[in-house]
């Protein structure tokens, strides 16, 4: 067992983040997830102005579907749901993750981030500490082609 009376060694993180976006990354791929269970975005670009996740998905989202996720996302913010973060061995995490995604060079020690109930995963970036935080959702642009939903959304 772990001592918690120590900061856990993690790898260092080479990338800066925007924490809004990328909590409101978060936020849209765990309920990406669960309403419609093909996992997380398979790729995904965030940024401060604007971003984008792509999905495997078998059927194009509808404009209804669409609007229908900007409003839940945008409800969890306004909860001002807590964005807390957990440290567990990478031999934990293997029973609750994927862990592919996770570089050869991974410190034995990995960390959890979790918003809510709404999401958890393996996570070395920034966030907010409360989801109110984050600002209004948006969901800008769509376009499915060759059985990959893109989601391109932005922050106001």
């Known amino acids: 067992m772990e001592n918690n009376n120590q900061q856990p060694q993690l790898n260092s993180h080479n990338k800066a983040e925007y924490p ?3 909590s ?3 936020l849209l ?22 971003s984008k996740l792509d999905y495997h998905l078998p059927s194009q989202l509808s404009a209804e579907e669409i609007r229908q996720l900007e409003e839940e996302i945008n409800s969890i913010i306004a909860e001002d749901v807590e964005v807390t973060e957990e440290f567990v061995s990478q031999e934990e995490a293997m029973k609750r993750f994927d862990m592919s995604r996770l570089p050869d060079d991974a410190s034995a020690t990995v960390r959890i981030v979790h918003i809510g109930n ?4 393996l996570c070395a970036g920034a966030h907010v500490r ?3 935080e984050i600002g209004e959702f948006r969901i800008s642009s769509s376009r499915y082609d060759n059985g990959v939903q893109r989601l391109v959304f932005r922050l106001g």
Do not use: I, W
């Open 20 to 22: 809004p976006m990328h």
């Open 24 to 26: 409101a990354e978060h």
């Open 29 to 50: 791929n765990g309920l990406m997830a669960r309403k419609y269970g093909h996992g997380r975005a398979f790729s995904a670009h965030v940024e401060r102005k604007k």
């Open 118 to 121: 709404y999401d958890q995963c």
């Open 130 to 132: 409360r989801t109110s």
